[in-house]
């Protein structure tokens, strides 16, 4: 009950706030500024906007600085402040305690932290004392502070996932970026990676090996962990809500292609133990993937219905015989040419009756779209509901993550979040037929199924 009578208190803010700018409005007979129409700054309408009472009544964003919240959320998962302040309790800890395991300024560590505490990422329960809060908590490792703070390399170790992969986005994925622009100033054909220019390097992401063996093997690891930390933010039965697994013939190959440490085969095999799982991935993830299995679903390994094979998935694809061919977070990586040469040899490896299971998000338009112009649309389960206006098509900024992993995709990789006729575009070129789409509750993740044409 207290949390909707907080909900309700906000509705009412927000409700408050827009009286406030009509009245001031009203009174003096002026239409409010369109946020669709370009500022003038000589319409008297927007000198109104200094009226004071406006003024307190908008709500601002200042965009252009918002790379500190990913900035300080590096920091603060590096520095394992969410394991101090679990050990600290609800009353939290002053910030001269929080910055002495790793001896950091206490005074920026909490300019740092107020930073969060303002985006509801920690509390600062009284001047410069801070605890967690629900938001910051899914950051936690699980382990004591000490452990965390003792051995760098296995902090993520075993945890959701959810920290590996912030630090991940944070770190390489906020370095990228902020070349974009840079990046197409100096190629205005948007083939230039950032990636490339932050890291002043000609090497593609996944073949990058920069710095120390042991540097390269944090990140590789950390990259690992943080893709089963997608899953944690996404519903745990969501590869459930969609393609059929229980229709698969005993012993089915489901072929998890560039499955890193295989955590959805591993899903899918765990409800389904007459599967069999092929995963494939490049050298150091499948080593990682081995120790994961050993650990999470030993019973499959003993059946030896798990196969770890070391495999490029730009070469001819060595199973000929799977059931299913199961590509989540893949074609994200990888422009339009590469997908295709991607599915084209899943395309020629596949018998009539293999199907493509691709899980990824499917980029909605901002605008109204005609659906019925879309050969896509007519997909089963295709056509998802949009917002009613005042609200965006796509719900504005409640569906600004599907945006911001689109941003990242190109900036880190050169890949892409595609639309809906984006993904049947490049079945079409591999000879793949989209024959159901499923989206799910409670996530932005979706299934495409497709099957050979
Ligand atoms: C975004 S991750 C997705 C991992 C996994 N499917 C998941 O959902 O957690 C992309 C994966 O593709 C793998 N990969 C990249 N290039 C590859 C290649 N040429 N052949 C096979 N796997 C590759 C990476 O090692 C990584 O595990």
Aim: glycine fraction near 6%; proline fraction near 6%.
């Amino acid at each position: 009950m207290e949390n909707i009578s907080t909900l309700r208190r906000l509705a009412d803010i927000i409700s408050d706030a827009a009286s406030t700018m009509e009245r001031v409005y009203a009174r003096s007979e002026m239409p409010l500024p369109s946020l669709d129409e370009p500022f003038n700054p000589d319409d008297p309408a927007e000198t109104l906007k200094q009226d004071i009472e406006v003024e307190a009544a908008r709500i601002t964003v200042n965009s252009a600085h918002s790379f500190h919240i990913s900035s300080c959320l590096l920091a603060a998962s590096d520095l394992n402040i969410v394991e101090f302040l679990r050990e600290a309790g609800p009353q939290g800890a002053d910030v001269k305690k929080i910055a002495a395991p790793s001896g950091v300024d206490p005074d920026l560590l909490a300019r740092i932290l107020r930073l969060l505490a303002t985006h509801h990422i920690f509390r600062e329960v009284s001047p410069g004392v801070f605890a967690n809060n629900r938001v910051s908590s899914t950051l936690d490792k699980g382990k004591p502070s000490s452990v965390a703070n003792g051995n760098r390399r296995e902090r993520l170790t075993g945890s959701s996932g959810i920290a590996a992969l912030v630090e991940h986005t944070a770190d390489f994925g906020g370095k990228a970026a902020v070349y974009l622009s840079d990046s197409l100033m100096g190629d205005p054909t948007g083939k230039t990676i950032p990636f490339n220019i932050a890291f002043k390097t000609d090497k593609a992401f996944f073949d990058w090996e920069h710095g120390t063996q042991e540097e390269i093997a944090y990140s590789l690891a950390r990259f690992a962990v943080a893709m089963q930390g997608t899953a944690a933010t996404e519903p745990a039965d969501l590869i459930f809500q969609g393609f059929d697994w229980s229709l698969l013939p005993k012993n089915g190959i489901i072929v998890d292609v560039g499955g890193g440490i295989g955590h959805l085969s591993l899903t899918i095999a765990k409800k389904y133990p007459q599967l069999r799982v092929v995963l494939q991935d490049l050298g150091p993830p499948i080593e990682i993937s081995k120790n994961y299995w050993r650990e999470t679903f030993p019973a499959h390994l003993e059946a030896n219905k798990v196969e770890f094979q070391v495999h490029d998935f730009f070469t001819s694809q060595p199973v000929k015989d799977a059931a299913i061919f199961l590509l989540r977070y893949i074609l994200h990586d990888w422009n339009d040419a590469q997908a295709i040469i991607i599915l084209g040899h899943l395309r020629a490896a596949a018998q009539p009756t293999t199907r493509l299971v691709i899980l990824e998000k499917i980029i909605p338009f901002a605008s109204v779209e005609d659906v019925k112009r879309s050969e896509a649309h007519a997909v089963p389960g295709a056509t998802r509901p949009t917002a009613e206006a005042p609200l965006l098509p796509n719900w504005g900024v409640a569906t600004a993550d599907l945006y911001l992993y689109d941003v990242t995709m190109h900036a880190l990789v050169g890949g892409v979040e595609r639309t809906l006729q984006g993904f049947w575009d490049i079945f079409h070129k591999s000879g793949w037929n989209m024959i159901e789409v499923h989206h799910s509750s409670g996530s932005q993740v979706s299934q495409l199924v497709a099957a050979p044409t």
